[in-house]
């Protein structure tokens, strides 16, 4: 049956490959106006050894960016401000990963990029979990993932493939007043940023890169890429990206099929004249895979083998996720530009799994006693080896739909040069899910029997249908030297079930331009979401938001060629969010939790051949007024990555790549409280490298050919990948050896 899907979409890649070699060019020239096909590749450095300026903001685009694969320009972003910025000049914390990293470590989907990046975390890779998909910044947890900026359902980011990925942006700090605002409304999640993902676009050059990449050890995979960039005429250019991949899970016993995933883009940008762009693009993945919940870590380490499968052949997850965007950007006048969007984006899932499960039976309900009877619980299950299992399945069906405006206005009053942004957006989410789950006690964690023989399923069905309509006003202005921002959103949320909030989000930021290379800047933000889906005493739902504050003050300095080096400090903290009361089984608002760190950046060219990135967080968060404070996540953590390009005839072509991830330990957990003082997750430092030769193949006619051999985990480090409970803990892959081959035409 796999042999017969894997024909069957690799014939899909050659249909697509001979439908897209095909398409007709005429009407291209061979020179391009601004990016080259030579950008794709390290070589269009700049060979004079001059230095690069630092982005200014003149020219400033809308939240469509052009993700261009270049590796000298300084980078800009748009997340945290609506209008395309350069980083040096906004007011907050912005940690960008690029294209060129992400094809060098090897990443096959966005969720990979999630451990380049310090002090970001996630429930685990898995759709099992009420929060998954999302990710926790700056301590807290459940930040949306956007898409060019428009939502993703909470499954997709798990799955979303790298090859159309131009950039992923993680914006550290609240963001309920940006475009997309906080549009949480499962509960007092997101208020620690957000991470948006820009896919890579359509261009007026044409190029073709096909890579093929094998992990021969440790987590086993193939895969096979294409992306093919062709203008099909002075004002149409078209983008397609195919990936396929089958891979062998580490922890994966004979008898079980692995992984298949094909995925395929479109891109497509029209420019029917000099003042009006459309912008389509869509996406369509499948993947097939088994499914996985992770395992017991109790008392400090696993207590089986790391490579354990709980599971049987027929536990698996189905995932179909398609995208369709569209955009149109008008300039009315020199001054004012206005752009249309809309979006649609949906995923289907099917799952079965296995896992051990996080509470003794299916009666219990966190509350005021759940932490002393899981402990009692969990150290059973050390004593015993016996534990209760969980089996659950679970379809579901996830729909977003979004439409936007933006009006942008550049004007001038006296010395001051204003961005004024007014923009307004509505989006609303459709979720429909049949699922069951049964628990059954006194299973060995150690050779578990699967057995559900006179165990009678019952299913249930759920809906929900929640729409929001936000407003925003921004004005960006800059006078001499500073840049003042100011903005707020308003939300009006509501649901089928009859629940209405609304909330109302500021922010204000200052950024001083020391010279042009070194800023100082600080911001103040509020963001406001109402609690939907928890009810009090009366059976009432909360509704009333909660809050969120931050202060962050920080500095940012191009160094070497064109290197950002950003270091920032902020206190956050989030009120109003609800509390169970498990006497009469409801939630009342009051809690309180509390984050204070510092974060330290590093991102860009040091010299001509050598290209860093740093990042380094200490966050402590706390739940204020808890007698015990025990870190449920690493306080410090770092990330490096860092490539050396070699130069002059002897290594000419050669490229070394040298990464680590350290993290500090901290506590298992179960809903976010710490079991206890002797269940910690020690800390772990793994290493990444590869060695790169490029070349050409002249009688291919291909250019900037590239071999690369790579080791991910190094020394085979056993470590903790992610956590979403005690009993649902990830473990991090063996070391992992591969090679990849590419070509360029």
Not at 274 to 283: H, Q, R
Not at 329 to 352: F, H, K, P, W
Request: aromatic content about 12%; proline content about 4%.
């Amino acid at each position: 049956m796999r042999l017969s899907r894997a024909i069957t979409n690799l014939a899909l890649i050659a249909l697509v490959l001979s439908l897209t070699l095909v398409v007709p060019t005429a009407g291209a020239s061979g020179t391009t106006s601004d990016t080259t096909a030579t950008e794709k590749s390290d070589k269009s450095a700049k060979g004079d050894g001059t230095k690069e300026e630092p982005a200014k903001s003149k020219d400033v685009q809308l939240t469509e960016t052009v993700v261009k694969a270049t590796t000298e320009k300084p980078k800009e972003a748009s997340t945290a401000t609506i209008v395309n910025r350069p980083r040096i000049e906004i007011a907050q914390d912005i940690e960008v990963v690029d294209n060129e990293m992400i094809e060098e470590r090897g990443a096959s989907t966005y969720y990979e990029t999630l451990s380049y990046v310090s002090g970001v975390s996630n429930g685990g890779k898995t759709i099992g979990s009420r929060t998954q998909g999302w990710v926790t910044l700056r301590g807290f947890a459940g930040s949306n993932v956007t898409l060019n900026g428009a939502i993703l359902p909470k499954s997709m980011p798990v799955f979303f493939d790298s090859a159309a990925i131009g950039s992923v942006e993680f914006l550290k700090g609240t963001v309920g007043s940006t475009s997309a605002g906080n549009n949480n409304a499962l509960g007092a999640y997101g208020l620690g940023g957000s991470v948006n993902i820009n896919t890579l676009r359509a261009e007026d050059f044409e190029i073709i890169n096909v890579s093929l990449r094998a992990k021969v050890s440790g987590n086993k995979s193939e895969r096979l890429t294409l992306d093919y960039n062709t203008p099909l005429s002075g004002e149409l250019a078209l983008r397609t990206t195919v990936a396929y991949e089958t891979g062998t899970p580490y922890y994966l016993p004979d008898g079980i099929d692995g992984k298949e995933s094909f995925f395929i883009s479109e891109s497509l940008v029209w420019k029917p004249t000099s003042v009006l762009e459309i912008y389509f693009s869509t996406t369509v993945q499948k993947v097939n895979e088994p499914a996985y919940q992770g395992l017991p870590y109790l008392r400090g380490h696993f207590l089986t083998p790391a490579d354990t499968y709980y599971g049987t052949k027929d536990n698996r997850q189905d995932y179909l996720g398609y995208t369709f965007q569209a955009s149109g950007t008008y300039n009315m006048t020199d001054n004012i530009d206005i752009q249309v969007g809309l979006s649609y984006i949906a995923c289907d899932i099917e799952r079965s799994c296995w896992k051990v499960n996080n509470l003794p039976n299916a009666d219990d309900k966190p509350g005021t006693s759940y932490k002393s009877s899981n402990y009692s619980y969990y150290e059973g299950i050390c004593d015993t080896g016996l534990a209760t299992f969980n089996y659950m399945e679970r379809e579901a069906t996830l729909r977003h739909y979004a439409a936007n405006v933006v009006y942008l206005q550049r004007f001038d009053i006296g010395a001051t040069k204003h961005q004024f942004v007014f923009a307004s957006d509505w989006y609303r989410e459709n979720t429909y899910t049949r699922s069951t789950s049964v628990n059954i006690q006194n299973i060995s964690i150690y050779d578990p029997n699967y057995d559900l023989s006179g165990v009678t399923l019952k299913y249930k069905v759920s809906r929900a249908n929640i729409t929001t309509t936000g407003f925003v006003a921004q004005d960006i202005m800059e006078w001499g030297s500073f840049r003042f921002l100011a903005g707020a959103r308003y939300d009006f949320q509501s649901s089928a079930e009859g629940w209405h909030g609304d909330s109302l989000s500021p922010r204000v930021g200052v950024t001083f331009m020391c010279t042009e290379t070194c800023a100082i800047y600080g911001n103040y933000s509020r963001s406001e979401v109402p609690n939907f889906r928890y009810n009090d005493v009366n059976g009432d739902p909360l509704t009333a938001p909660w809050t969120g504050n931050q202060v962050e003050l920080g500095v940012k300095k191009y160094i070497g060629r064109s290197a950002l080096v950003s270091l920032c400090g902020f206190n956050l903290n989030q009120e109003n969010t609800p509390q169970y009361e498990s006497s009469g089984d409801y939630y009342y608002l009051g809690g309180k939790t509390e984050s204070t760190g510092i974060e330290l950046t590093v991102d860009g060219k040091i010299t001509r051949n050598w290209k860093a990135f740093v990042s380094y967080s200490y966050t402590n968060h706390l739940t204020v007024g808890s007698a015990s404070n025990l870190p449920t996540m690493p306080r410090h953590s770092a990330a490096v990555w860092q490539t050396w390009t070699f130069s002059g005839k002897a290594l000419e072509g050669l490229k070394l790549g040298l990464g680590a991830k350290w993290s500090d330990s901290y506590y298992s957990n179960f809903k976010s409280e710490p079991v206890s003082e002797e269940y910690t997750i020690s800390s772990y430092v793994t290493v990444d490298l590869f060695i790169e030769y490029a070349f050409d193949i002249p009688m291919m006619n291909a250019k900037d050919a590239k071999f690369r051999l790579f080791v991910e985990n190094l020394f085979d480090e056993e470590y903790v990948e992610s956590i979403r409970h005690a009993t649902d803990t990830f473990p991090g892959a063996p070391r992992t050896i591969g090679f990849s081959f590419s070509l360029s035409y």
